[in-house]
């Protein structure tokens, strides 16, 4: 049972660290989405200490997992469109980095991590270190387009919103029922 417990313990480790390395902007969007979308609506459904009615708890679950879908489309089209920009500046050397230049002239510039990594080739450990300089770069201006975008995908999402969310939830759903009306 030890070496199971380890292994999972293993797994988990890898899952992590991969998730890390692989992480950044659009990862993030994905795991926002993901809460929006599926632990929102439960949380605002049932939530104890709300006084709120049950048709008012309902529209705003509703809310949560079509803007989820709304935002993460725009971010990440917009994430994409950027990270296509700058890579194309990258590969014209429109966009150079005095880490990079330096390194470039000094290879003890380069990291010793990166250099052992590449087995101690400098130009493997030269290209190494400048994808891993651009993806930084690339992930903070992403988290800036993100954060300058949250206000158009609001005012996107609130006009789109009402229309997904009237054909999802019964127009009728709120009209008194016949008993009612006879009160």
Sequence with gaps: MRIKSTSINQQLVNSLEK???NGGEKISNYVNATGKALIAPLVIMHNPLTHED????????????????ITLAMQLATLGLLYKGI????????????FIEEAT?????????IM??????TQKALAKY????????KDRLGAIL?????LPVLAVSNK???????????????KPTKQNNSI
């Design 116 to 121: 052992e990594e590449c087995g101690n080739d």
């Design 87 to 98: 890579n194309k500046l990258i590969h014209k050397n429109k966009i150079n980095f005095k």
């Design 146 to 150: 993100s954060a300058v975008t949250y």
């Design 19 to 21: 998730f890390s390395k």
């Design 160 to 174: 789109i919103y009402p229309k997904i969310a009237h054909k999802l939830i019964d127009k009728n759903e709120n």
């Design 105 to 113: 002239k000094d290879v003890t510039k380069i990291p010793k991590k």
């Design 54 to 69: 049950k048709d008012n708890r309902k529209w705003a679950a509703v809310k949560q997992p079509v803007e989820a879908v």
């Design 130 to 137: 400048k994808e891993e300089f651009n993806g930084v770069f």
